[in-house]
Nanobody
Framework: QVQLVESGGGLVQAGGSLRLSCAASGTIFSINSMGWYRQGPGPQREQRDL????????GTNYASSVKGRFTISRDNATIYLQMNNLKPEDASLYFC???????????????WGQGTQVTVSS
């Protein structure tokens, strides 16, 4: 069983910084990519928008709205999201995501964390 555990959310003033962490644990053979998504602003609460991803060789991808302000990094099975110059529109529930192959014989599966809340006051 694979688990993703997030931490680091909280309340911050606009212009401030937060650092999110996500640790993958359990039966893991290999990790293809990990990343962060956040709950969409609309009424479709199940929508999750890409924030940033990092692959197994360190390649990164960012949403245009966070480029230059957010940085994703990875240390083995843990990823971090350094969020600087936070804006009120960054406030959301942030989810950790990972594509993991649990065993040598498994297919790659997608996993989600429970989410960590980021609140930005103006």
């Amino acid at each position: 069983q694979v688990q993703l555990v997030e931490s680091g959310g909280g309340l911050v003033q606009a212009g401030g910084s937060l650092r999110l962490s996500c640790a993958a644990s359990g039966t893991i053979f290999s990790i293809n990519s990990m990343g962060w998504y956040r709950q969409g602003p609309g009424p479709q609460r199940e929508q999750r928008d890409l924030v940033a991803t990092i692959n197994r060789v360190g390649g990164t991808n960012y949403a245009s709205s966070v480029k230059g302000r957010f940085t994703i990094s990875r240390d083995n099975a843990t990823i971090y999201l350094q969020m600087n110059n936070l804006k009120p529109e960054d406030a959301s529930l942030y989810f950790c995501n990972a594509w993991i192959k649990p065993t040598h014989y498994s297919f790659v599966n997608q996993y989600w964390g429970q989410g960590t809340q980021v609140t930005v006051s103006s």
